[in-house]
């Protein structure tokens, strides 16, 4: 990339018509070489990347999966939101963010309990809580609902592949629920 960078700026200088098309072809070869270089490279790239994505499959490292897959589709995360403190200036350092965080819980979390009984609302009214066994349609809402790309519980099954078959889930699932 250096040699086409020093030949592109004798291009730029050249003075006659015969040195121009001269550097001119040997800047459009090194040009060639390097993007054959940078195909390769990011060949070899992603080679690595898959690799580590199969390892990590193997091994039932699902967050290192999807980073990898993330990674490999090309879609970006997006960027942290910044911390800002009271006055609502932004906090650049590390310290200062977790500063600003420990505050934030303190408030949250110490506050007084109330003083007794009379000073915890009522509630409005009683909630009815169906005791019916689920019906199918309330097991797939439930099976749709879960987030993908988290790991799977003790069963090890990842949300991805309750989603993807979903009416034989639900089967599955249903008279197992009946039961429960």
């Known amino acids: 990339m250096d040699e086409r960078k020093i030949l592109k700026e004798k291009l730029l200088n050249a003075r006659t018509r015969s040195e121009t098309y001269r550097i001119g072809y040997e800047y459009k070869e090194k040009h060639k070489e390097v993007r054959q270089r940078v195909k390769e490279d990011k060949k070899q790239y992603i080679e690595e990347l898959t690799k580590e994505a199969e390892i990590a499959a193997e091994q039932r490292n699902m967050k290192e999966l999807y980073k990898i897959t993330r990674e490999l589709s ?11 403190d009271k006055n609502a200036n932004i906090q650049t350092t590390a310290d200062e963010q977790k500063q600003r965080w420990k505050e934030h819980f303190e408030e949250l979390l110490n506050r007084p309990s109330p003083e007794s009984e009379a000073d ?3 509630a409005d009214e009683d909630l009815y809580i169906s005791l019916d066994p689920p019906t199918k349609e309330e097991v797939k809402r439930a099976i749709k609902m879960l987030n993908n790309g988290k790991s799977g519980g003790p069963d090890s099954i990842p949300a991805e592949a309750m989603t ?5 889930s639900v089967n599955m699932l249903h008279p197992l629920l009946k039961q429960i």
């Open 164 to 168: 993807s078959a979903l009416d034989t």
């Open 74 to 84: 090309g879609k970006k995360t997006a960027p942290e939101k910044p911390v800002r």
């Open 120 to 122: 915890i609302p009522p």
